[in-house]
């Protein structure tokens, strides 16, 4: 089985890491489940 | 259908089919065939990606989905990015540096070849009815607007993928769905402003948006917990993460997406793409379905929305004092919508709450008369467990969009079947003859060999969508029956990738017996309760696992992987 720290890894194109993308991408599901669950309480 | 649409349906799937045979040129051995010779930009991929999971059924079936349970299926898609994230550390380097050209293949590289095979099998079970569905929801189409037989209109669309698929291979495939995307986003948007611009004078969007609400159909987010209900946030956030972990770690027509990206960041951002793109377009298509909702409280819709079995019934002598209950219960429910637009314009909370409760009263009755239309469908020779639910947004589309629009809706539906079509029966085609065909009937043929036996493969399986697209009709809500199908079949898959990639002591045979171990619990808990499908990916991944590791060790003895079995492809 290939270790998975053995291999060498492109950083992304932007934030510096990919570890600081996919935090970003956590942060965008959070705002985005606050935003739909807002929405409904405005509109129910 | 007007000449205008006929033109404008004609151009669009000509240009469709033109274009993804010009990109798809030069695909001439197995590796471009298959892979697109490992070329793909991340944009690319992240829209196929899309694409191919949308298809039809989004625009179909989401939009009636909306229309009758409100916008809460979007909560499916909160586990996508979570998902997204673990594929893109884990799975995606791994399978660009052990270079393979399916999921599967990697499967006996690190336990054995049963184990590998099962997976193949698995996947080509589950996707090969997923094909078929596919396939259904533009044969629907035709047969609303056109009145053509839906057997018909599957063989004439089948014809047409089983070709475009086979000439272009998987680079025609992707760019194609670039393609289908833009023309996507393009119709979304357009059915999103004439829904709104059809409305009575007197409603304005705001206005459609409170009744929406009102009428409990912007109900994106619902936080109770039950294990019977199919959406809410918690089902959402687990079980759907478990799916879509399924879906795009295992499901070859998912992997071999990103195994064509140029390299391993140019895949992960395609797949992150996806992730943060995917919940917005989802909510838009759910909040289209409400605002049609919204459409109909004003314009009295159909007593049911598919018009041949409605006709049926029409000739019934039962259905006419349904039809005047229906008619009452709906002006009653326009008159109720208009005065709560009134109270809620006047800031009059107590006639807001009677207002609500006799648009409630009104709805009730119109409920109870399309359960009667219903079950005359059934009663008088229609199909038993009928539902119209797919075709509430074609009606829609077919009586009240303008010369032109229509066209373009049915051009981007018929494109969208046409993409995701395609890619399954690729993908469907590769695992054929890399983990069956390759691996148990030809070793070591030539290359140009190989590259003919994807291309019957892919006709093979092409003629299977076909003959398994009639199924479709008995599922319900597309949408919901492709979900349901891959959840019977992708917790096993996934519990097997999570015994490779984080147990490194579990063997082959542990694996193996797992995996048929998940797939009974997962058909158990289908067959014999109630529960959401979306629990069925956590139940599946959760025995594979367990079961793995007491056989392992318990008994390790008895699951030694033969020596000898470990070669790899």
């Known amino acids: ?44 | 259908m007007r000449p205008l649409d006929w033109i404008v349906l004609v151009t669009a799937l000509v240009s469709i089919v033109l274009y993804g045979l010009y990109r798809g040129r030069g695909s001439n051995t197995v590796d471009r065939y298959l892979l697109a010779g490992k070329s793909m930009p991340w944009y690319a991929m992240g829209l196929s990606i899309m694409a191919t999971q949308a298809s039809a059924v989004t625009f179909i079936s989401t939009t009636g989905q909306s229309y009758v349970d409100g916008m809460r299926f979007v909560q499916a898609y909160f586990g996508l990015p979570l998902a997204m994230i673990v594929i893109c550390s884990t799975v995606v380097p791994l399978f660009h540096k052990a270079r393979v050209y399916t999921a599967y293949e990697y499967l006996e590289r690190r336990f054995d070849s049963k184990t590998r095979t099962l997976a193949s099998v698995i996947f080509l079970c589950q996707r090969g009815i997923s094909a078929g569905l596919t396939l259904y929801a533009p044969a629907i189409v035709l047969s609303v607007i056109l009145g053509w037989p839906e057997r018909t209109t599957t063989i004439l669309m089948g014809t047409l993928v089983i070709t475009y698929t086979v000439l272009g291979g998987i680079k025609a495939v992707t760019w194609s769905d670039v393609q289908q995307m833009g023309i996507i986003f393009l119709g979304l948007v357009v059915s999103l402003i004439t829904v709104i611009v059809l409305m009575p004078a007197s409603v304005s969007f705001g206005d459609a948006v409170f009744l929406a609400g009102k009428a409990g159909r912007l109900n994106a987010v619902t936080t109770h917990f039950d294990w019977n209900d199919r959406f809410n946030i918690w089902s959402g956030l687990i079980g759907s993460t478990f799916l879509f972990l399924s879906y795009f770690g295992c499901d070859q027509s998912q992997v071999q997406r990103y195994l064509t990206g140029r390299s391993i960041a140019q895949s992960r951002l395609g797949l992150l793409f996806n992730a943060v793109a995917k919940i917005p377009m989802q909510f838009f298509i759910l909040f289209i379905g409400a605002m049609v909702f919204v459409f109909y409280l004003f314009v009295q819709p159909p007593v049911l929305f598919q018009r041949a079995e409605l006709s049926r019934i029409e000739r019934v002598g039962a259905f006419q004092p349904v039809a005047e209950q229906y008619s009452r219960a709906f002006e009653d429910r326009r008159q109720a919508a208009l005065a709560l637009v009134e109270a809620h314009h006047a800031r009059d909370s107590a006639a807001e709450e009677r207002r609500i409760a006799e648009y409630r009263a009104a709805q009730k009755e119109i409920d109870g008369a399309r359960t009667q239309a219903v079950k005359l469908v059934e009663s008088t020779g229609g199909e038993k467990g009928f539902s119209d639910t797919n075709y509430i947004f074609l009606s829609f589309v077919t009586r009240h969009l303008p010369a032109g629009v229509v066209g373009l809706i049915i051009a981007v539906i018929f494109a969208a079947a046409m993409s995701a079509s395609s890619g399954e029966i690729n993908s469907l085609a590769t695992v054929t003859v890399v983990d069956l065909y390759r691996r148990y009937v030809r070793r070591a043929a030539s290359d140009h060999h190989y590259l003919a036996a994807s291309r019957w493969a892919t006709l093979f399986w092409g003629v299977y969508a076909v003959t398994f697209a009639g199924w479709g009709k008995r599922l319900g809500s597309l949408i919901v029956a492709v979900n349901v199908v891959g959840s019977l079949f992708y917790g096993s898959l996934l519990g097997c990738f999570v015994l490779a990639l984080g147990f490194k002591r579990v063997g082959g045979t542990a694996t193996f017996i797992g995996m048929l171990a998940g797939e009974v619990a997962i058909f158990s808990a289908f067959l014999f309760t109630g529960m959401s499908y979306l629990w069925y990916n956590v139940i599946g991944c959760s025995v594979v696992v367990a079961t793995a590791l007491a056989i392992t060790y318990l008994a390790p003895g008895a699951t030694a992987t033969t020596p000898g079995m470990r070669q790899p492809v």
């Not at chain 1, 489940?33 to 309480?41: D, V």
């Open chain 1, 1 to 44: 089985m290939p270790d998975l720290r053995d291999m060498p890894d492109e950083p992304p194109p932007f934030l510096g890491t990919w570890r600081h993308i996919y935090i970003g991408v956590l942060l965008y599901l959070c705002v985005i489940i606050a935003g739909a669950y807002l929405f409904t309480r405005e509109f129910e």
